[in-house]
């Protein structure tokens, strides 16, 4: 069934009514947002949203930090979560509305989980029904498997939380800027005015990474940027200060399970 964009945005602005919206936005939403860049900025949902785009590159931020989510992988946003979204591509996708009245088990943090196969038929048949205040019991069962099938899903590694002491977030905005400078942590210490053994106990402590996973998962985001946009594997890898193409491919592989042109070939992944 087709659902318009206006009567999506009334039901999920609603706590009541159904326990789970669900909705699939094809190649009309591709033609819509076009081929440039769009934003959306700070808002929040009282319902708890996940949103996956079959094409297109969604880039959100939070007061955590932010995280890129390429196609096929599916973004958890709680209720109430204020976030800022912008769109570059022709975009397509779905996206999942749950109710904070129900216990669904879900993290209270934003995070990105992979998609199976199960999950987008549990979504499109969940897009296809017509609302009413309560769902059937046909309809609760699928929304419980949909949920089993959400909670069990992996997390990968794309959320990029930012510190909040202004030094350290000076070197953040400045290894985001610069993603190739390979200072080591004592020489970052140094350039921010602050002990090495405090950099390393501050950055753990406000971001639950230590300084080099931190690096490392900002790198592997501004990678999946520009993969994304089409960028050369071999410039990606250069541009975030790898030695060679074969360090940054293991790099991803080691994160993601799959090279990068494995990545992006546009199919889900396995349930």
């Given at each position: ?7 999506v ?10 326990a ?10 591709a ?8 934003s959306y ?16 590159l ?19 946003m ?42 987008r ?11 009413h205040?309560?769902?059937?019991d046909?309809?609760?069962?699928v ?33 985001l ?9 004592d ?37 999946l940027?520009?993969?994304a946009?089409g ?10 200060g790898?030695?060679?193409?074969s ?19 546009g ?5």
């Amino acid at each position: 069934m087709s659902v318009s964009k206006q009567h999506v945005y009334e039901l999920i602005e609603r706590i009541d009514g159904p326990a789970l919206i669900a909705y699939w936005l094809g190649d009309e939403a591709a033609s819509e947002y076009g081929e440039g860049t769009h934003s959306y900025g700070w808002h929040h949902h009282l319902r708890g949203q996940f949103f996956c785009i079959e094409s297109g590159l969604v880039q959100v931020h939070t007061r955590h930090g932010s995280w890129l989510l390429p196609p096929h992988r599916a973004g958890w946003m709680p209720p109430g979560e204020s976030h800022t979204v912008t769109i570059s591509g022709a975009m397509s996708g779905w996206g999942v509305f749950i109710t904070p009245a129900i216990d669904h088990g879900l993290p209270d943090h934003p995070c990105v989980i992979g998609v199976s196969e199960l999950t987008r038929a549990l979504v499109r048949r969940a897009s296809s029904w017509a609302w009413h205040d309560r769902l059937s019991d046909e309809q609760e069962r699928v929304m419980s498997v949909l949920l089993d099938e959400m909670r069990r899903a992996p997390h990968e590694p794309l959320y990029l939380p930012m510190p909040h002491d202004r030094r350290l977030l000076r070197i953040a905005q400045a290894v985001l800027e610069q993603p190739h400078d390979n200072r080591g942590l004592d020489d970052w210490a140094t350039w921010a005015g602050l002990s090495a053994r405090s950099l390393s106990r501050l950055f753990r402590a406000e971001t639950a990474l230590s300084f080099a996973q931190w690096r490392q998962q900002a790198r592997l985001s501004r990678g999946l940027q520009q993969l994304a946009e089409g960028t050369p594997v071999a410039a990606v890898a250069d541009a975030l200060g790898y030695v060679s193409v074969s360090a940054f491919v293991a790099m991803f592989r080691r994160n993601f399970g799959q090279p990068p042109a494995r990545y992006f070939a546009g199919r889900p992944l396995p349930a």
